[in-house]
């Protein structure tokens, strides 16, 4: 049976959807990238980053939370939403304790690459410095909540793809942070193993597989030759050759 | 002995003072015993803990142990058959729970600009903390006294206020201050404080329809049941009645498609979570016409076909449920609520109450259903809306509590009787809280439309600099504003009433809401975590002398930003009071901006840390 196909309209290119589809999902179905961090084909949406905001009219929507619908008129590469996306990165930035010079993850780190892609040369907004524990328990897997931006990747991976359950958020505002789900709340206590998605996940520096940060040198990493554009299309067309 | 003891009320004393102004005092007395049970959740009569809500698990742990620790966590976990995570989620999201023990005595003073602590310019947290020698947010270390500050407790026209193991203590001033902390410090159990002390004042100073109305429990259920559902709906329908609760939403279709949607079971909630700093009609409401209230729901059980309710009740608001569950018990032994309602045979219908545990963002509904279903209170994406996929994914109504009450009048009269009032787009009346700077702060209820000068006229406010209507999330006016009105179509307002006067300090009411937000932000998403964060630090800055002509720059930018890319209502709304005030009375910042240059910081202070970690604190350690 062949699939109905309606379209909706991104910045004027015209892109069919099938029913249930975002506008995320039809967008990299068709190789137009949105900037997500939140985002990762299979896992259910979340809509925490909000990168991944677009334009409907007046509207503004988070594009991988919204349902496509036939006819939507989307503005979505336009420099009005780049510079919020902008400020948006930056406060993931200030939030934590992304010194990327003195991270592992650098080169391979998609806050990192954001910043690249949008263009940004300078932190903007005033630190943070919160007090964010480090949980060095597991011998095989670091976590340092200093570097965790809460897009809840590793929650959703755990409980949906490892199902394992091994990770929460707590905390309101501010002082949202990861929590483990284990006897004492230590990582070493969970089930949690180097090969789960969950520990694989982590968009930025606060989940690491640990005695390997260094096997690829700095200069050949990931977002040394790839922008987070071409690797966010990539990553979708991975998981649809997986399915 | 129990939360539910009957005959606390003792009602009305009517007072008619010329015809335009008429009050009805009533006083909410205080039974020792309740207090008793709120400070001894041990003689809680407990029910079997699998049918107990979460959240009333870890108050009852909370009153016990004084705080909830991990043991207590797993202990939940096991007999929830919950993930510990979640557990743990829950507690850290709730103000009102906490992983440290608090003080036998646990007070949280209102940082409300109307029932706040700061009051005629005295600090009467600061006052009591020093008189008690204890540092706010910090338990003494005998363990007897903890103290700290909490968001609006809604006893914003009952003076400074502050909550004692839960329980409301108004019309604090340095006197009854200094009582306090002698009362706590001869450890003098809440049951002999002075009585007086705990009354809540309801003044009603104006009437319209649905408080001038009479509302005999049942009424309006026995004509529901003469005219049928669809009768019953159009009825509704009809009236044009729209939520109170500030979306405005027409409540006629909001049942219409609950009833049309499918599900394995439909449920009505009452949003009982009044939240919003400056708004407390509701909490007069529940007190004077929980029947209708609960009638209300039971109308729309009856049109929907739900077979449970709740209300969710702010926890500010505990110490109203004896009074409501005495009321559902009657309610109950009148046949209006159960297995078959009015001896219906296929009317089935009853009404559960959950308490919240100080949490603002429980106020908007999809946060309100987590949290029913045991969870931190986080706006869920929507659509679907909750009128399809609501409590437990099935069709929801939610609805205000002054939106239940007016339905519940508007099907005993019917719709016309509504609709006659208002204005063309805002049906019937609207009942504002009114507090700040007037003489003549309370309850007042007006046909929809009423300009905002009339009711400043009525509350006795002069020389008003500024007025927020709709509290902190809604909008800051000046007297150029003050011929708009309160309605749909001009000023929306789900009843707060600010009034400020011109010797208030505009930059610091901004501060004060900016710091609300920031704290209520459920931290979902970055523009609102990190955002109102921000705004708050960039107000602080400012009010400090560090800001520049910059730094209003940034925060339109930033304001704009929340408006537009938070994930729901509280982010949409955080940054209002701060354009209008930009707009409306730009000289709040800019007479405190500095010309020339000046460190964005202070780099003394800074070093703080450095010479705590060091021991040091001579003049070497300090700059200059």
Known sequence: MQTIHDTIIIDGQEIPFTKGQTIMDAALAARVYIPHLCHYPGLTPSGNCRLCTVDIGSKSVAACITPAAAGQEISNNTSALNDARKSITQMLFVEGDHICPSCEKTGNCKLQAMGYYLGVLEDHFPYFYQHREVDASHARILLDRGRCILCDLCVRASREVDKKNVFAIAGRGTEAHLIVNSSTGKLADSNIEPGDLAANICPVGAILIKEQGYQVPIGQRIYDQHTIQETGLQENSVKKNDD | MGFSSPGLLRHCLFKVTGHRLRFCYCYFDFNPAILVSMMNPCLHNRSDPTHEHLLHRLYALQQQFLHISPESMHQVATEFNLPVSQVASVVAFYSFFHTQPCGRFHILFSNCTSCGYLEDGQNLMQMLCQQLQITPGKTRKDGLVSIDETSCIGMCDQGASLLINGVPVTRLNPDKIAQIAHLITAETALAYWPKAWFTVNDVVHKRNLLLSAHFLAGSALQKALIHGTDETLATVMQSDLCGRGGAGFNTGEKWQLCREASGNAHYVVCNADEGEPGTFKDRFLLRSQADAMFEGMTLCAFVTGAEKGFVYLRGEYRYLLPHLHSVLNQRRQQGLLGQHILGHATFNFDIEIVVGAGAYICGEES?????????????????????????????????????????????????????????????????????????????????????????????????????????????????????????????????????????????????????????????????????????????????????????????????????????????????????????????????????????????????????QITQRNDAAAHLD
């Open chain 2, 367 to 611: 946060a309100l259903i987590e949290s029913l279903e045991g969870k931190p209170g986080i706006p869920r994406i929507r659509p679907p809306f909750p009128v399809t996929h609501g409590y437990l994914g099935q069709p929801t109504v939610i609805n205000n509590v002054e939106t239940l009450i007016a339905a519940a009048h508007i099907i005993l009269q019917d719709g016309a009787w509504f609709r006659a009032i208002g204005t063309e787009k805002s049906a019937g009346s609207k009942i504002l809280s009114v507090s700040g700077d007037c003489r003549l702060p309370g309850i007042y209820e007006y046909p929809f439309g009423v300009s905002i000068q009339q009711v400043l006229d009525d509350c006795g406010a002069q020389n008003v600099q500024a007025v927020q209507i709709g509290g902190p999330s809604g909008t800051l006016v000046g007297r150029t504003d003050f011929n708009c009105r309160t309605c749909f179509e001009d000023l929306s307002t789900a009843g707060s009433f600010l009034v400020f006067g011109q010797q208030r300090n505009l930059l610091a009411i901004n501060r004060n809401f900016a710091r609300f937000f920031a704290h209520e932000s459920c931290g979902f998403c970055t523009p609102c975590r990190v955002g109102t964060q921000l705004l708050k630090n960039n107000l602080d800055k400012i009010a400090d002398g560090r800001g520049t002509s910059q730094d209003l720059v940034e925060i339109k930018q930033l304001s704009h930003l929340l408006q537009r890319h938070s994930h729901c209502g509280l982010g949409h709304t955080a940054a209002n009071h701060i354009l209008d005030s930009l707009q409306r009375f730009p000289q709040t910042f800019e007479a405190n901006l500095k010309q020339h240059f000046t460190a964005s910081f202070d780099l003394d202070k800074a070093l703080e840390n450095a010479r």
